[in-house]
């Protein structure tokens, strides 16, 4: 009997170096044991260092990919990387509002990448505007400590921020403490069902800098989500897969080094 694995619909940006992006979100969902449809958002102009530029795909390539693996697939969860403009997360943003219409169970992930780990811009818009719309849709947000800061409003802790990212949709954020300085790399995850909880995280935090560790985490949580665990078993093995995979990096020139999906 053929074995059958449930799907996952990716939209990502392509990463020539391999890195980030649609490849990592491939690999990562793999190994969770799900498959991964690929919708390519943006083209982009990187190594494993640096951004040079982003040359977005039109909304109405994206939104046609996208309704194509819709119509001949079933689709157990989505996975949201860069969109490249505000136009294509809006695009984005309205499908899968449609597609809540109907399932309003489904699960919908999303890695608010602001900007390169170096800084550098990854779409044509401002960033935080730009990515409000997907942010309306999302179930699951794991933003990192300097994404929280820019999503949420100014003057609040980084607990309260990430709290105020819950409500509608959205009713866990994982947030992400890889940029603190701690000799440990807490995640905490903020849960809002009939009241507010928390579960932290603690691992060991490593040397050297990764490039696409956070497309590697959120597409394993989507993988995890998509074959059927609970959120908070989703969260723990795509953690654990992903502490493995950065222990694991490899190089493939100076600079950051590549998880080892």
């Not at 991964?36 to 951004?51: E, G, R, W």
């Not at 969860?77 to 943003?93: E, T, W, Y």
């Not at 309205?94 to 990448?113: G, H, K, T």
């Not at 959120?231 to 694991?248: D, G, I, R, V």
Request: hydrophobic share 45%; with cysteine.
């Amino acid at each position: 009997m053929t074995a059958q694995r449930p799907c996952v619909l990716v939209f990502a940006g392509h990463d020539p170096s391999g890195g980030a992006g649609i490849q990592a979100d491939i690999e990562a969902i793999a190994a969770q044991g799900a498959h991964a449809l690929t919708v390519i958002t943006s083209l982009t102009v990187q190594d494993n260092n640096q951004v040079y530029a982003v040359y977005p795909v039109d909304s109405e390539i994206v939104v046609a990919q996208a309704r194509s693996l819709i119509k001949n697939f079933t689709v157990k969860v989505l996975k949201l990387g860069i969109a490249g403009s505000a136009q294509n997360a809006r695009a984005i943003a309205s499908l899968i509002a449609e597609l809540q219409a109907s399932n309003p169970d489904l699960a919908v992930v999303l890695d608010p990448v602001l900007s390169s780990g170096h800084g550098q811009a990854l779409g044509l818009d401002d960033a935080v505007l730009a990515l409000k719309p997907l942010v309306e849709v999302a179930t699951l947000i794991t933003p990192n400590l300097p994404e929280v800061k820019r999503l949420a409003p100014h003057g609040l802790t980084a607990t309260q921020q990430a709290v105020s990212l819950l409500g509608g949709h959205c009713q866990n954020v994982l947030l992400k403490g890889g940029h603190a300085s701690d000799e440990h790399v807490c995640n905490r995850w903020f849960r809002q069902s009939k009241q507010l909880s928390e579960i932290s995280w603690n691992w060991p935090r490593l040397e050297g800098e990764f490039h696409g560790s956070g497309c590697t985490l959120a597409a394993a949580i989507a993988g995890q989500l998509a074959c059927g665990h609970t959120m908070e078993k989703s969260l723990y093995a795509a953690q654990l897969y992903t502490q493995l995979c950065l222990q694991k990096a490899y190089s493939i020139a100076a600079g950051q080094l590549i998880p080892q999906r």
